[in-house]
Structure formats: structure tokens, C-alpha cells
């Protein structure tokens, strides 16, 4: 983990990094920043290269990936992801459109909300 | 990650397993400036303004439902209280009759209005009476049934009784034979116009839910209310507490899971409002049930340990929940209003219908439920011979447990044309159906024609 590699570095460029790292939170921020994140889930049966065409979908639209966690109980796999929609080059619902297509490309359900629905439900 | 994939998952879950929804985002425009003598006038204003407020309410609220992933399922209006508009070009018209064509042209203009800007339902076709009647009051109730059969989306409500006026049952016992001439005049339908025609007891001027909605007095030019709804997930969260744990932690669960729901529903509401440029009114937490299975306020019930909604138990479950989910709601937002409690509507709730048709449930029960929850006797199927008194008393019951408790309170009955207790009747849709309720064979004929007023209850000595 990065506090790891910055431990013990004074004033190096990586306690910087450090400092600028735990005064922020990645996915939280002004109002403003956080109405530019979106959440996109993907539930379904485990197969090679889901990860790959979903974030292919996000880089050709330009969205920064700032997080992402997978999970697999046993067949079942989910993954959430959060991204920067702040430079994209298309609408919302565009996005939202090819990422479903992608989904059922994949045979996997893909969903995709903005970040403060979850803002507002888990962190009051 | 700022949120856990179990965070994710579970707001998932309640979208696409638990039928949480936004169930209304309701726009409450004021149409006080149309007043006008001119009958011909007052109808275009009215059309024209509710069109050019609200033309892009369903667009706008289809894009919000995509970009949050919580679906808005339906949108309306609300508007003034159509007999405080209408009431220059009543005293204009002269006559009675020709007062009562007035309000039936309105009711066609408004439910053109609804049609145009694609809403289900428009509702403020309502008169304020708790204490008594100008000429457009009366000129509105009685043209109740015809513009209730000439519309399709048009609601229409009257306030008939308050905690500080009493009841005004000069009123009352005149809306008796009123509900049967909608029945009779809708009787194509099933007599559903009764569906579209609410009775109050201290109605709230920024309910967002249908048919009850009006932009009450006191309200600004502009407000969007939102109604947020999800019996599913309230009931699920139950299920998975489950058996043993004590009723506290039914509370508190029950509470916990309003509070999430609140959350996210305010935050819709108010990106639908900022999008419309309008003012957010109101968030109106109520679990409202629809006939889908798991969608059920009766299954609740069932679920908090009462065998079948009606049986003994049943209100005291009731009055858990419906505190519960004011006390979530209401530590959740600010903006919280409206009826914000649980339905009780029988056909429109799968759970209701079986318990009815199972015996346990009937319109008693019921009215006892009604004095610990939100709304009252809501979608009720009647016998279609049922007497006007009886209607009058059963309205007399219901307003008067609003009154003495100081909540609001109302009926919504339909008398099915033809039908009898026992045989089904099916209104479709978010409506629902079943079977139709007995009444008491005993009435109250002498109460209905006396007439008059029950004063206002005494605010002291309260026991």
C-alpha cells in the first residue's frame, strides 16, 4: 500500500504523496466533484473478462476509474466500481446504455446510479 | 472504497427485489390567478396554466429515474382547490345548473391538462367545507358524478370535518347519495370513479399521494411534493430480524430502514425539483402498497406476528409501524409532510384482499385500524345497494376519529354497481380488486337526516 512505501521518507515527494493521500477521501469531495461519480455494479455468473469490457467501455468514454472491489461467492461474482464522469464525452443515459448493452453481451446484470444515492443512504 | 460491496448491494436489493420506489413526485400548482367570471376563460386559464408549468415533469422525471437507478413511478399534479377558483364564474352563472356545467368543463380542461403533459392523475377537484358551503362549494360536490364519469385521470376530494370546526354533516349526509350517483354514473367501470373521490377529515393542504393530493391553502405559486414508498423493504427487513427478537427491535429496525429510504427519496426529489427550477415542497414517507406480492402493508403486520391482518394484535402492529416509520422518516429529513404513515387501501394491497376473503378482515377491524395509521378507509369495495345513511354513517365514523384525534382522516368507498358481499370486483391496474366487504344491516337514518354540524372537540381534559 502507498502508506507503506512513503514510511519513514521525511520530507520525500512520497510523504507529500502521503499527506495529500490521507487528507482525502477518493471517493467523497465538494458537491460538485461528487455529482460527477458514478457507481457501477455488476452481478452475475463468473466468466473471463468482464472486468476487462466493462473498463473498456469506461476508458473509451474517457471516465477515470477511481475505485473498484470484486467479489465471488462461489459462481456468483460482483464487482463495484466508482467513476469519474466529470470528462466524459457522452451523456449519462449514453453511457448507461453501452455498459447494459455490454452487460448483456456478457450475460451479466450491469447497473449504473450516481454516487449520491449511496451518499445519502449509507452516510447520513 | 467509500462504500462496502454489502452497502451497494443492499440499496441494490431494495430497488430490484424489495419494490422501493419513488411512488410519486407530485407538482402542486397554484391556479388562484385564473379566477375568472368568464366561464370560457376560467376553463382555457386553467388548461393553459397547468400545461405550461408542467409540460416537462414526465421527461424530467424519467431522466432523474435513470441516473439514480430509483424508479419514479408515477408523476402528477396537484393543484388549488378547484371551488376557491371557480367561485367568480359560479356567482356569474345564476343558476345552479349552470354553475354545475361550469365545474364539469373545468374537470374536462384539467383532465385534458393531465392527458397533455402525460401524468396519470391531476388532483384538486376539491372543496374545503369542514365548517360550511359557499355557492362554487356546493356547486362542486354536486357535480361530483358527472365530472367524475367525463374523466379519466382527474381526482377529486372534499374536507368535511376538522379537529377546530367539528363536522359538517349538512355535507356528509348529502356526499352519501353523491357516492352513489359516482357509482352509478361509472357503473361501466365498476364504479371506479369512487375511486377518484376522497372524503377528509383535517386533509393536508402537501399530500403528494392520490386521490387525495391538493395545493392547499398556504402553500407557495409552485411546490413539488415526492411520495416515497417501499412496504417491500420495511417487510424484508422484518423477515431477516427474525422471530424472537423483541418488538423494540422491530422499532428500531423498522426505523433504521424508513431513515434509508427517507434519504434517498429526498435526494430525488429534490434533483427533479432543481432540474424543474421549482421549489421542493414535501417528502411524504408512507408505505403504499400495491397489489404485487412483497409490496404489501398487510404482510408487514403479518410479519411483526398477527396470523392474518385482522386479527386481534393487528392494530397494536399497526401502531408500532406506523410510529416507527414517522420516527425514521422524520429524523431523516427536514422536509417531511404530508400523510407520512402506512396505507391501509384494500384492493390495492394483495395482503388485505386476503385477509378479507379469509375472513378475518372486514370494515370494523378496519375503522379500529384507521384511528393508529395514516389515511382511513381506503379502497373499499361495498355492496352496490348499500343505503345512502349507511354511506353517511360510515363517513360520520371515520371523520369523526380524525376529528377527536386530531389527525387526518378519510374515506374512499366504492358501492359497486350490481354487486353483492362475497362476489369480486376488479378495478385494474394500481387499483387492484377483490372481494366486496359486508356492511351492517342496521343503518343510522335518523343521524343522516338531522343535518347540522358535530362541534369541534374540547381541546382540554384530554382522556
Same mark, same amino acid.
Request: with cysteine.
Given at each position: 500500500?502507498?502508506?507503506?512505501?512513503?514510511?519513514?521518507?521525511?520530507?520525500?515527494?512520497?510523504?507529500?504523496?502521503?499527506?495529500?493521500?490521507?487528507?482525502?477521501s477518493p471517493a467523497s469531495g465538494?458537491?460538485?466533484e461528487s455529482k460527477n461519480k458514478i457507481v457501477v455494479t455488476v452481478l452475475g455468473k463468473d466468466r473471463i473478462g468482464i472486468i476487462a469490457r466493462v473498463t473498456g467501455v469506461l476508458?473509451?468514454?474517457?471516465v477515470n476509474i477511481l475505485d473498484i472491489s470484486q467479489t465471488i461467492f462461489g459462481e456468483l461474482f460482483s464487482m463495484t466500481l466508482i467513476g469519474d464522469i466529470?470528462?466524459?464525452?457522452?451523456?449519462f443515459v449514453?453511457l448507461k446504455r453501452e455498459l447494459v448493452a455490454a452487460g448483456q453481451e456478457l450475460g451479466v446484470r450491469v447497473l449504473i446510479q450516481r454516487q449520491e444515492v449511496f451518499e445519502r443512504m449509507h452516510r447520513p | 472504497m467509500p462504500f462496502t460491496t454489502q452497502e451497494i448491494l443492499e440499496t441494490i436489493r431494495m430497488v430490484e427485489v424489495e419494490h422501493f420506489d419513488i411512488r410519486?413526485?407530485?407538482?402542486?400548482?397554484?391556479?388562484?390567478?385564473?379566477?375568472?367570471?368568464?366561464?370560457?376563460?376560467?376553463?382555457?386559464?386553467?388548461?393553459?396554466?397547468?400545461?405550461?408549468?408542467?409540460?416537462?415533469?414526465?421527461?424530467?422525471?424519467?431522466?432523474v429515474q435513470d441516473e439514480f437507478g430509483i424508479p419514479i413511478i408515477?408523476?402528477?399534479?396537484?393543484?388549488?382547490?378547484?371551488?376557491?377558483?371557480?367561485?367568480?364564474?359560479?356567482?356569474?352563472?345564476?343558476?345552479?345548473?349552470?354553475?354545475?356545467?361550469?365545474?364539469?368543463?373545468?374537470?374536462?380542461?384539467?383532465?385534458?391538462?393531465?392527458?397533455?403533459?402525460?401524468?396519470?392523475?391531476?388532483?384538486?377537484?376539491?372543496?374545503?367545507?369542514?365548517?360550511?358551503?359557499?355557492?362554487?362549494?356546493?356547486?362542486?360536490?354536486?357535480?361530483?358524478?358527472?365530472?367524475?364519469?367525463? &374523466?379519466? #385521470?382527474?381526482?377529486?376530494?372534499?374536507?368535511?370535518?376538522?379537529?377546530?370546526?367539528?363536522?359538517? +354533516?349538512?355535507?356528509?349526509?348529502?356526499?352519501?347519495?353523491?357516492?352513489?350517483?359516482?357509482?352509478?354514473? &361509472?357503473?361501466?367501470?365498476?364504479?371506479?370513479?369512487?375511486?377518484?373521490?376522497?372524503?377528509?377529515?383535517?386533509?393536508?393542504?402537501?399530500?403528494?399521494? +392520490?386521490?387525495?393530493?391538493?395545493?392547499?391553502?398556504?402553500?407557495?405559486?409552485?411546490?413539488?411534493?415526492?411520495?416515497i414508498s417501499g412496504p417491500g423493504v420495511v417487510l424484508e427487513a422484518i423477515r431477516r430480524l427474525g422471530k424472537?427478537r423483541?418488538?423494540?427491535e422491530v422499532?428500531e429496525t423498522i426505523k433504521r430502514t424508513a431513515f434509508k429510504i427517507t434519504r434517498a427519496g429526498e435526494l430525488v426529489g429534490?434533483e427533479?425539483?432543481?432540474?424543474?427550477?421549482?421549489?421542493?415542497?414535501?417528502?411524504?414517507l408512507?408505505l403504499?402498497?400495491t397489489?404485487e406480492v412483497g409490496d404489501s402493508?398487510?404482510e408487514i403486520?403479518?410479519a411483526?406476528?398477527?396470523?392474518?391482518?385482522?386479527?386481534?394484535?393487528?392494530?397494536?402492529?399497526?401502531?408500532?409501524?406506523?410510529?416507527a416509520v414517522?420516527?425514521g422518516g422524520?429524523m431523516a429529513s427536514?422536509?417531511?409532510?404530508?400523510?407520512?404513515?402506512?396505507?391501509?387501501?384494500?384492493?390495492?394491497?394483495?395482503? +388485505?384482499?386476503?385477509?378479507?376473503?379469509?375472513?378475518?378482515?372486514?370494515?370494523?377491524?378496519?375503522?379500529?385500524?384507521?384511528?393508529?395509521?395514516?389515511?382511513?378507509?381506503? +379502497?373499499?369495495?361495498?355492496?352496490?345497494?348499500?343505503?345512502?345513511?349507511?354511506?353517511?354513517?360510515?363517513?360520520?365514523?371515520?371523520?369523526?376519529?380524525?376529528?377527536?384525534?386530531?389527525?387526518? &382522516?378519510?374515506? #374512499?368507498?366504492?358501492?359497486?354497481?350490481?354487486?353483492?358481499?362475497?362476489?369480486?370486483?376488479?378495478?385494474?391496474?394500481?387499483?387492484?380488486?377483490?372481494?366486496?366487504?359486508?356492511?351492517?344491516?342496521?343503518?343510522?337514518?335518523?343521524?343522516?337526516?338531522?343535518?347540522?354540524?358535530?362541534?369541534?372537540?374540547?381541546?382540554?381534559?384530554?382522556?
Open positions: 500500500m502507498e502508506s507503506e512505501k512513503a514510511s519513514g521518507a521525511g520530507n520525500s515527494p512520497q510523504r507529500l504523496t502521503l499527506e495529500a493521500w490521507a487528507s482525502s465538494s458537491p460538485e476508458a473509451q468514454h474517457h466529470g470528462r466524459a464525452d457522452i451523456p449514453e | 410519486t413526485v407530485t407538482l402542486g400548482i397554484s391556479l388562484r390567478e385564473c379566477a375568472t367570471p368568464d366561464a370560457k376563460a376560467l376553463s382555457a386559464n386553467v388548461y393553459e396554466k397547468v400545461v405550461r408549468i408542467a409540460s416537462r415533469l414526465v421527461p424530467v422525471a424519467q431522466e408515477n408523476q402528477r399534479i396537484s393543484v388549488t382547490p378547484v371551488a376557491l377558483v371557480v367561485e367568480p364564474a359560479v356567482v356569474a352563472a345564476g343558476s345552479s345548473a349552470a354553475a354545475q356545467e361550469i365545474l364539469v368543463e373545468v374537470a374536462r380542461a384539467l383532465d385534458r391538462a393531465a392527458a397533455e403533459v402525460g401524468v396519470n392523475f391531476i388532483g384538486g377537484f376539491s372543496a374545503l367545507v369542514d365548517k360550511g358551503c359557499t355557492p362554487a362549494d356546493w356547486a362542486l360536490i354536486e357535480s361530483l358524478p358527472a365530472a367524475l364519469a367525463s &374523466t379519466n #385521470r382527474l381526482c377529486a376530494s372534499v374536507n368535511a370535518a376538522s379537529t377546530r370546526a367539528g363536522l359538517n +354533516m349538512d355535507v356528509i349526509a348529502r356526499l352519501g347519495t353523491i357516492i352513489q350517483q359516482i357509482a352509478r354514473a &361509472t357503473a361501466d367501470r365498476g364504479g371506479s370513479g369512487c375511486a377518484r373521490f376522497v372524503v377528509f377529515a383535517n386533509m393536508p393542504g402537501d399530500n403528494p399521494f +392520490m386521490a387525495g393530493a391538493v395545493h392547499g391553502l398556504g402553500e407557495p405559486e409552485i411546490a413539488l411534493n415526492v411520495g424472537n423483541p418488538l423494540q422499532a429534490r427533479v425539483a432543481a432540474r424543474l427550477g421549482v421549489p421542493f415542497g414535501i417528502l411524504d408512507s403504499a402498497p397489489p402493508v398487510a403486520l403479518e411483526i406476528g398477527v396470523d392474518v391482518v385482522g386479527a386481534p394484535g393487528t392494530t397494536a402492529a399497526l401502531a408500532l409501524l406506523n410510529d414517522k420516527k422524520a427536514t422536509s417531511v409532510g404530508g400523510l407520512s404513515g402506512a396505507f391501509i387501501p384494500v384492493t390495492e394491497d394483495a395482503g +388485505m384482499v386476503a385477509g378479507v376473503a379469509r375472513g378475518a378482515l372486514g370494515l370494523e377491524k378496519l375503522e379500529a385500524m384507521t384511528s393508529v395509521c395514516s389515511v382511513g378507509l381506503d +379502497m373499499i369495495p361495498l355492496p352496490g345497494d348499500t343505503p345512502a345513511h349507511t354511506l353517511v354513517g360510515i363517513l360520520a365514523d371515520e371523520l369523526s376519529i380524525g376529528v377527536i384525534n386530531h389527525k387526518t &382522516t378519510a374515506v #374512499r368507498v366504492i358501492p359497486v354497481p350490481g354487486k353483492k358481499a362475497g362476489e369480486r370486483v376488479d378495478f385494474g391496474g394500481l387499483l387492484g380488486g377483490g372481494p366486496i366487504l359486508p356492511v351492517s344491516a342496521f343503518g343510522c337514518n335518523v343521524l343522516a337526516q338531522r343535518g347540522g354540524r358535530i362541534p369541534a372537540p374540547l381541546q382540554s381534559l384530554r382522556n
